[in-house]
């Protein structure tokens, strides 16, 4: 049985966990987009930019845009490494060729 007390303090626990998660996923985008460390990036106002200068950085969804593209590309390249059969039928009308 679950009592209200304690399904609070375990979901404010995941909660905390994916915000973390969430923003550190958001700094590593835009310093790998923009330069830098993450560490230098903050998030506000639905962006995350640069603490010494906040006119370079990203709004929420460019760096979800570029987090699903930085996400398909890697799965291409990952599926693209497989047996030669896997990387004959990922190779129709995408980047990757068969292995010769």
């Known amino acids: 049985m679950s009592v209200g007390s304690q399904t609070t303090h375990a979901m404010t626990r995941a909660n905390l966990a994916g915000a973390v998660d969430a923003r550190l996923k958001l700094q590593e985008i835009a310093a790998n987009d923009l330069g830098g460390a993450p560490h230098d990036y903050t998030l506000g106002d639905e962006r995350v930019y640069r603490r010494?200068?906040?006119?370079?950085?990203?709004?929420?969804?460019?760096?979800?845009?570029?987090?699903?593209?930085?996400?398909?590309?890697s799965s291409t390249a990952t599926n693209c490494r497989t047996t030669s059969i896997a990387v004959t039928k990922q190779s129709r009308g995408r980047a990757c060729r068969p292995a010769a």
């Open 52 to 73: 010494d200068n906040p006119s370079r950085g990203l709004t929420y969804a460019q760096a979800a845009q570029r987090a699903r593209s930085s996400s398909a590309a």
